[in-house]
């Protein structure tokens, strides 16, 4: 990340940032790269009373968003209720939240045509920090901990009050339709790259559902849950690494509790990145699951059934499934949902996460014990 002090990027964040509740003079700016969704940059003024203060900058994407508005009403409504439950409890819980900044015209986001669309403005969380990958079982727990918290802050938020950003989201068996209809069209001669990972995900087809069907028959609860809880999406703590906010608050919506858990899974127990070539290094490891369990039941074994407790660690693997197959879908489609570095970038993906899926597969039985022991330790 470099600090850009002139030229034409520097001037673009300027620019919009021009455009928000900003006191003070434009220092530098810097784009950060490790969402693959939403154009993000970091901005430094210094205040009129000499601090040096840094905000973030954000183009929400309106191919992936349909509706801008309804996210930033979401986000609002979510960021305003973390605040009021913080500072009644008056502790931090890794509990802080992000603050939206007005922009002109009386709204927490501004339209710009000519810088490409919505964008909306935070405050930088200072002192803290993300990993792109796990590299120890703290960060494992941290992050458990974290996203845990966060489903129990947003618990008693009215679901009707919060509206699906992106319908579907978690829905596996309509991801699965979408990859076959994308198969069916092949628009780029694509599908003959990608025969066996295909062939593995049809092998799992009967079990995609599983979720979504105990979710229709009353079996799991939907609750307000965050949707995206990739390791990156928690700031740690600069020199303890403790958790002190989760970030990335586009997809929170009504969903299951389970989608949060798996996403972590998928995120906090291997060391490869997800765009990792070399599978030998994409494993699932055990002491890393065990920790982010721990840390995720600490904040969340009082309001979880028992059904979602038994679910955890299957919803590793769907999750995990989910997402290769979102990658493989957007491969064959020409790459437009995901920021691609490289034309085979989304096939690489979702090699990897097959992989991934593969091994977590191969540990469920562990897992489930492990989280069964969990659960024995907080009824002695
Ligand atoms: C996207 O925005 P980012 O990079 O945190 C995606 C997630 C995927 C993830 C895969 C809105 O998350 O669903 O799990 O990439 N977000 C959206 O890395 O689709
Ligand atoms: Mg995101």
């Not at 470099?2 to 964040?13: C, N, T």
């Not at 992000?98 to 930088?124: F, K, Q, S």
Request: one cysteine or more; glycine letters at 6%.
């Amino acid at each position: 990340m470099s600090q850009l002090r002139e030229g034409k990027v520097a001037e673009r964040i300027a620019r919009i940032g021009d455009q928000f509740a900003i006191n003070g003079d434009f220092l530098y700016g810097e784009e950060l790269r490790n969402g693959h969704i939403n154009t993000t940059y970091r901005a430094c003024y210094r205040a009129d009373d000499g601090h040096v203060d840094r905000y973030i900058l954000q183009r929400i994407n309106d191919y992936v968003f349909k509706d801008p508005a309804l996210v930033m009403k979401n986000v609002e409504k979510v960021t305003r209720h973390i605040t009021w439950k913080v500072l009644r409890r008056r502790k931090n819980a890794a509990g802080q939240t992000l603050t939206l900044y007005p922009a002109r015209g009386g709204r927490n986001y501004i339209n710009l045509p000519e810088e490409g669309g919505m964008w909306r403005c935070y405050n930088n969380i200072e002192g803290t920090h993300t990993y792109d990958v796990v590299e120890n079982t703290r960060q494992a727990y941290q992050a458990g901990y974290a996203f845990g918290s966060f489903q129990e802050l947003v618990s008693d938020m009215n679901p009707e009050d919060i509206r699906e950003s992106i319908p579907d989201f978690h829905n596996t068996p309509k991801r699965y339709e979408t990859l076959e209809q994308s198969v069916a069209a092949d628009h780029l001669d694509r599908a003959k790259n990608c025969t066996d990972e295909l062939e593995l995900i049809r092998s799992w087809v009967p079990e995609l559902s599983k979720l979504v069907e105990m979710q229709r028959s009353g079996e799991l609860p939907t609750r307000i849950t965050h949707n995206d809880t990739k390791i990156n999406n928690v700031m740690l703590d600069e020199e303890t690494d403790s958790a002190v906010c989760v970030v990335d608050l586009d997809t929170v919506m009504p969903g299951l509790s389970l989608y949060d858990f798996g996403d972590m899974v998928r995120t906090a127990t291997c060391i490869a990145s997800e765009d990792e070539e070399d599978l030998s290094k994409v494993e699932m490891q055990m002491p890393f699951f065990e920790s982010l369990a721990e840390g995720y039941l600490d904040a969340t074994h009082d309001f979880l059934t028992k059904t979602e407790v038994d679910m955890l660690a299957f919803s590793g693997w769907l999750i995990t499934t989910e997402i290769a197959i979102r990658f493989l879908t957007d491969y064959l489609d020409g790459d437009k949902y995901f920021r691609i570095d490289y034309p085979e970038h989304n096939l690489v993906r979702a090699r990897n996460q097959l992989a991934l899926a593969k091994s977590i597969r191969t540990h469920l039985p562990l897992m489930e014990r492990h989280i069964r022991k969990l659960i024995r330790s907080y009824e002695d």
